[in-house]
């Protein structure tokens, strides 16, 4: 037996040929075919030989038409006849496996008819949640630009050139030769101003400044720094001078003259207050000829400075020492060099004071600069105007009394010394100098000092209950 099998075609069974003739329709009261795709109806598909046939198909071509059809449908055709009103209901008509067109069709449900209402809340949050995105970038954008293209409203650049004889004026002119003194030596530091004398390099500043300094550092306004030396100074009028070497381009101040001042004049005041250099301060002559006496702290009286100063509200604290004191023509009118603090215990002790200005400074007068750093560029050392005698320091009337012995037991009237060529004898009260009232010993210092040697002074002296006028010419001795 081979693995094909041999078939007759003229014992193949009925059912698994096509029908020659048109299917009768089913009676009506015979239930439809149920549908079965698969095959698995029992009673309609043979486990061997597949689907059976409807025992309702007629397969003779020549039987006579079954009476309960209400309907012969042509399979080749489509065509179906009209139905016999007494045939009974309608009956749908039977699917034929040989078909041109298949009767059956796959159920895909309904075709969505428009927008469900789920897709038309999905799409307008869709919307709303874009929109506020886009508005919320909009807005932060907008205000970024907004910010950044704020304006408000300003005055237009204007020149920057200022009046000469204004306060800014005056700065932009000195500055450039206004300088900051940092010093160390003598067991610690300081921080003092100096200006700018000549081309050469000297520099003007107060004789504190440098005393003990063993370094000495300058600092112009540029902010450049170099080495300086020492010139020579002098303690009673508490000036001195340095040098610095090899700077070019120096600016030197104009020098004016202290006995054009008058009270109520402006001043500018320029130096580096608790080392805060190029600090410009503004203010007016207060007063002329204050005397004042500073230092001390030797004890022996040799580095006592006498000072008959002008005074100024000008502000001026530690660090503004050495600086120049400025007129509204930027010339130099006189040298800072002290200030008067507040008293703390009330009592006016000099440890009791506290530092810091009140509007009390004085500056010593720039004539008397100008002499003493003359000198002292010239010799290294400056000299002193005196009169030849040696005062009473503790007498406390009003007036400056001629004491009767010097320290070194000698007559308290030098010899053939300048007070003694003018009459001046031991115990006689000096009460002006000038025709300007003197309160006591260190006020007639201040006066003579004031002058230069060689100058005559026309001095009040009282003696014996009486007054007379004594004309004197200054004598010379070597400062300290």
Known sequence: MSDSQQTDASRAPQWWSRPDGPAKARPAEVPPQRSDPEGSDPQRSDPEHGPLSDPYTASDPNAAPDPYAATVVDAEAGTGAEVDPDAGPEVAPRYDPWAARPLHVVDRGREPRGFRMWRVVALAVGVALLAGGVGGFLGVLAERRSSTRLELPQAAVDSKGRAPDSVAGIAASALPGVVTLHVSGGGGSGTGTGFVLDPQGHILTNNHVVADAKDITVTFS????VPATLVGRDGGYDLAVVKVEGVRGLRPLTLGNSENVKVGDPVVAIGAPFDL?????A????ATGRPITAGGDKGDGSDISYVDALQTDAPINPGNSGGPLLDARAHVVGINSAIRGADKSGDGDEEDRQSGSIGLGFAIPVNQGKRVAEELIGTGHATHPVIGVTLDMQYKGDGARVGTKAADGKPAVVA????????????DVITKVDGQRVHGGDELIIKIRAHRPGDSLNLTVLRDGGERTLDVVLGSADGS
Do not use: F, Q
């Open 283 to 286: 203010g007016i002559i207060s």
């Open 277 to 281: 250099s190029n600090t410009v301060t």
């Open 222 to 225: 540029t902010g450049e720094s």
């Open 416 to 427: 053939d010394g300048p007070g003694a060529r003018a009459g001046i004898k031991a115990g």
